[in-house]
Nanobody, 123 residues
Framework: QGQLVESGGGLVQAGGSLRLSCAAS????????MAWFRQVPGNEREFLAA????????FYGDSVKDRFTISRDGAENMAYLQMNNLTSEDTAIYYC????????????????WGQGTQVTVSS
C-alpha cells in the first residue's frame, strides 16, 4: 500500500512564502497524477494544483493559480507546492494525493492521501 507524507507546513506571516513537500513511498506513483488539496475544518477539501506524471500537464485551482506552483522530482519520488504571497485565507491543512488513471480536480478521483500538514498564515 503506497504512502504519502507531507512536510513543510508551519507559521508564516502574510505576504510570505512556504514550500510544502510530499514524499511518496513507491516509484510507480511517478506515472500517476499527483495533486495538492487543502481543507479548513468544517469545509470541503479544495483542489489547488495537480501534475500528470513528472513531466506532464499542470493545472491549478482558480484561487491559487497565480501564486502557487506544483513541481515533482521523479528521481526522488517527491512533489512540491511552492506557495507565494500567502494570506490568512490560505490557513488550512494541506494534503497531497495521488490519482491512478485520473487527471481531474475532484477529491474522489484520488486514491492515496497523506496525513496533511498545517499551514497557518498570520495577518
Amino acid at each position: 500500500q503506497g504512502q504519502l507524507v507531507e512536510s513543510g507546513g508551519g507559521l508564516v506571516q502574510a505576504g510570505g512564502s512556504l514550500r510544502l513537500s510530499c514524499a511518496a513511498s513507491e516509484r510507480k506513483f511517478n506515472s500517476y497524477t499527483m495533486a495538492w488539496f487543502r481543507q479548513v475544518p468544517g469545509n470541503e477539501r479544495e483542489f489547488l494544483a495537480a501534475m500528470v506524471g513528472t513531466r506532464g500537464n499542470t493545472f491549478y485551482g482558480d484561487s491559487v493559480k497565480d501564486r502557487f506552483t506544483i513541481s515533482r522530482d521523479g528521481a526522488e519520488n517527491m512533489a512540491y507546492l511552492q506557495m507565494n504571497n500567502l494570506t490568512s485565507e490560505d490557513t488550512a491543512i494541506y494534503y497531497c494525493a495521488v490519482g491512478v488513471d485520473y487527471r481531474g480536480r475532484r477529491e474522489r478521483g484520488y486514491s492515496y492521501w497523506g496525513q496533511g500538514t498545517q499551514v497557518t498564515v498570520s495577518s
